[in-house]
């Protein structure tokens, strides 16, 4: 396993499985899986976390402006 979020395409061992490039039921299968998890209510409830994750990262470049920037917490 590459990492939990990151699906393993088991035909080929490729990690580039998305609903833009597939195609017939492997298309369709993706496409329910996703549509699952963009409704308003479940995007509206990550609104408040992308919000605060925003602002800290406002704020770290803002104390950083002229240095480097570790990105990895």
Known sequence: ???P???LDQENG????NVFSGQ???WKRLRS?????LTISKIKSVDPIM?????ELIEVLRRNEN???????
Not at 33 to 37: C, H, N, R, T, V
Not at 67 to 73: H, L, N, S, T, Y
């Open 1 to 3: 396993m590459i990492h």
């Open 5 to 7: 979020s990151i699906a």
């Open 14 to 17: 490729s990690t580039q499985i």
């Open 24 to 26: 017939g039921n492997r």
């Open 33 to 37: 899986l996703f549509s699952a998890s």
């Open 51 to 55: 919000r605060k994750t925003h602002d």
């Open 67 to 73: 240095g480097i920037i570790d990105v990895k917490p």
